[in-house]
């Protein structure tokens, strides 16, 4: 006889309740954004009557209209909270363009995502409104049903001191039959909820998504900036090669030099220093040939190309002073400049975690799922880790986006941090023994 996992059960059971209770309050949200509609809609239409208006016009449009844009992107996030994604479809700002002037005059009324989101005003807040009513008032009506029917029982059959009569038989039936109704009521109002989120999502997504055109047209921006950065990063890392050349190996060797010219000349006249000075040349090689190892491995680990990605972290974790367990699940090696991206992204993750996190412990995560490489890097930390605090997770974020790539990080105050990165790509060349251990 199969056993049964009551724990799993119980915490399906909680995970279910609390993302029905969310989608309840996620309702009741919509309500209240709903009602705000009607008002920014009568400013809108207000602001465009009063366009030809000189100056008043021009100050006015761009005014509402940031208003409006606000509303919709306070629904693109209730939308993502359910799972749909809304990406703002809005043409970039022209430089220059100050308030009241006609560029941003022009820019607010040529862009077609502006009239998209007034025709959305209207019907969003009747849908939001309807969609939010049912979803606050069932599972209410389900709350009042439960923790009123005690009352109920208690007033109807007079436990408050009064001899029972057939009538307080009848309302302590009355009662017993509610208790249930309202239970069902409760789990059918939390089970619906976050349906009728999702259909106001879906429905929001017809009007304030971007179209085709918009989509192709942000793709474009953001391959621009990809690409800028990309090319600032090569020059930075050109940069760093350079001057670790230049003050690294290139000085010991021409020290090298010096030292050997200098034991030519010793070598007839005081034979004791020459061998001395050679010596000291042998030391010097060594010293030039060890940065020269750190200096490529810098640029692409040997052990990397020859072990791998999975290979490559875990001899990372290896050499770091905090114990870091590994878990690496790929079946493949995706191609050599996505796997070097991808391993020095969690060096730099697991570097800002020995830094400045304090942790006394991490872990390391890599799979490949739905034709992605997923990373993920953890730790018991302090948290508060801030991308715009300089701590290299902007570094990660260009690294990553060079190749489509994408970061999200999860650190509250008092921790822990979680790093998640995602790159896209495939795998080749599957190996016959499994990758799956643990350090």
Not at 309 to 315: D, E, F, H, I, M
Request: include cysteine; charged fraction near 20%.
């Amino acid at each position: 006889m199969a056993s049964v996992d009551y724990a799993d059960a119980g915490g399906r059971a909680d995970r279910w309740v609390r993302h029905g209770v969310r989608s309840v309050l996620g309702g009741l949200a919509a309500i209240g954004l709903a009602i705000t509609n009607l008002p920014l809609l009568v400013v809108a239409v207000g602001a465009f009557a009063l366009a030809p208006v000189p100056f008043l016009g021009l100050a006015l449009v761009p005014w509402a209209m940031t208003l409006v844009r606000m509303r919709a992107d306070l629904e693109r996030r209730l939308a993502s909270r359910t799972g749909y994604l809304i990406t703002r479809p809005y043409h970039p700002a022209p430089e220059r363009a100050v308030p009241g002037g006609w560029k941003r005059f022009r820019w607010t009324v040529t862009d077609p995502a502006t009239w998209r989101d007034l025709a959305w005003l209207l019907p969003g807040a009747i849908v939001g409104f309807v969609l939010g009513v049912i979803c606050v008032a069932v599972p209410l009506y389900g709350v009042v049903g439960v923790t009123l029917t005690p009352l109920w029982i208690w007033m109807g059959t007079g436990w408050y001191g009064y001899a029972a009569t057939w009538s307080s038989v009848h309302h302590l039936g009355d009662g017993l039959l509610c208790l249930p109704q309202g239970a069902v009521i409760l789990v059918a109002g939390l089970w619906l909820a976050p349906w009728l989120r999702q259909v106001d999502a879906m429905f929001a997504r017809l009007f304030l998504a971007p179209t085709r055109a918009a989509e192709l047209r942000l793709r474009v921006t953001q391959l621009t900036v990809t690409r800028a950065d990309t090319v600032d990063a090569q020059a930075a890392e050109l940069r760093r090669i350079e001057r670790d050349l230049h003050d690294g190996a290139q000085a010991r060797l021409v020290s090298l030099g010096m030292m050997i010219g200098l034991a030519e000349e010793l070598v007839d006249r005081d034979p004791a220093a020459a061998r001395k000075l050679l010596a000291e040349a042998r030391l010097s090689s060594g010293t030039a040939l060890l940065e020269l190892r750190h200096l490529v491995r810098g640029i692409h680990p040997p052990v990397l190309a020859e072990r791998g990605l999975g290979g490559a972290v875990r001899a990372l974790a290896l050499s770091l002073p905090l114990p870091v367990v590994v878990d690496i699940d790929l079946a493949g090696r995706p191609d050599t400049p996505v796997e070097s991206a991808a391993y020095f992204a969690v060096a730099e993750a697991l570097t800002n975690m020995c830094r400045h996190s304090g942790a006394h412990a991490g872990s390391v995560s890599v799979r490949h799922e739905d034709g992605a490489l997923t990373m993920v890097v953890g730790d018991d930390g302090a948290g508060g880790a801030d991308p715009e605090a300089g701590t290299g997770l902007r570094g990660i974020e260009r690294r990553l986006a060079a190749f489509d790539g994408t970061m999200a990080l999860s650190s509250p105050p008092g921790g822990p941090t979680v790093i998640a990165m995602e790159l896209p790509c495939a795998l080749s060349s599957p190996r016959t023994t499994p990758s799956s251990a643990t350090d």
